[in-house]
Each structure stands twice: as C-alpha cells, then as structure tokens.
C-alpha cells in the first residue's frame, strides 16, 4: 500500500505555499507605502484555497497572439485572490497603503505561516513514525 501525501499531508502543504506568497505581497506592500498613485494588494485566503482544492486556479489558458495585446498572465493573478485593499483613508497622492496595517497584517501572516509549518511538521513526523514501525 503506497503513502498519498496529499491524503497524508492535508491542507497544511497548500497554507504554507500560500502564506509565502501573500507574505511577499504583504512585503511589497510596505515597500511601495511612499509610492504615488501604489494601491495595496492582498490575497484572499478563502478563494486562493478554493481554486487549490477544485483546480479552477490551474484551468485558465490564453495565448498572446500579437505583441500589442496584453499578457493574460497578469489576469489569473485576480482569479487566484490576488484583490486591491479598500483604504479606510487613501493618501493625497492616491497611495492606499496604510503602513500601521499592512505591518500588522504581515506579522498576522508569519504566525500563520509559522504554524501551517509546525503542523507540516508533525504531520512529517507521523509519517516517519508509521515508516519505522514505532
């Protein structure tokens, strides 16, 4: 009988790749906080994990037939729960990052992070376990 790891591994494997993508979301976000006219971005756990676990986020294809058009890769990043941030007070300049929040959001976002890594971690373990027969 052979190990399926996504059986084995559960949601855990898909949160982390997740949380280190809106991480360097999050990263840039703060990077652009004195950007004009930079609108914040952040990922939307829920869809992002929708489209992992139904496969709707692998389905989009699109060919760039004339070098005028526009490149189609940049639409899946909207379909995969990539949104705009709605500002509670957009700068003058038209920058929407509020620094104190996106700050606060990243550090939100390595607890997460650090904990999807410690249940992949036991769930490893588990298996290492089961392997050696313990």
């Not at 760039?64 to 941030?85: K, M, P, V, W, Y």
């Not at 700050?103 to 999807?116: G, K, P, V």
Request: net charge negative; aromatic share 8%.
């Amino acid at each position: 009988m052979s190990i399926n790891f996504d059986k084995a591994l559960g949601v855990h494997e898909q949160a982390l790749l997740f949380r280190g993508q809106r991480a360097a979301v999050l990263a840039n976000n703060i990077a652009n906080a004195d950007t004009p006219n930079f609108k914040a971005r952040d990922l939307d756990f829920a869809s992002v994990l929708q489209a992992q676990q139904t496969g709707e986020g692998r389905s989009f294809s699109a060919a760039q037939t004339h070098t005028g058009h526009l490149n189609a890769e940049s639409l899946i990043d909207q379909a995969a729960g990539l949104r705009f941030r709605t500002p509670l007070q957009p700068a003058v300049d038209g920058n929407t990052v509020d620094s104190q929040i996106e700050q606060a959001q990243y550090s939100d976002n390595a607890i997460r992070f650090q904990a999807s890594f410690t249940f992949l971690n036991s769930k490893f373990s588990g298996l290492m376990t089961a392997l050696r027969g313990e």
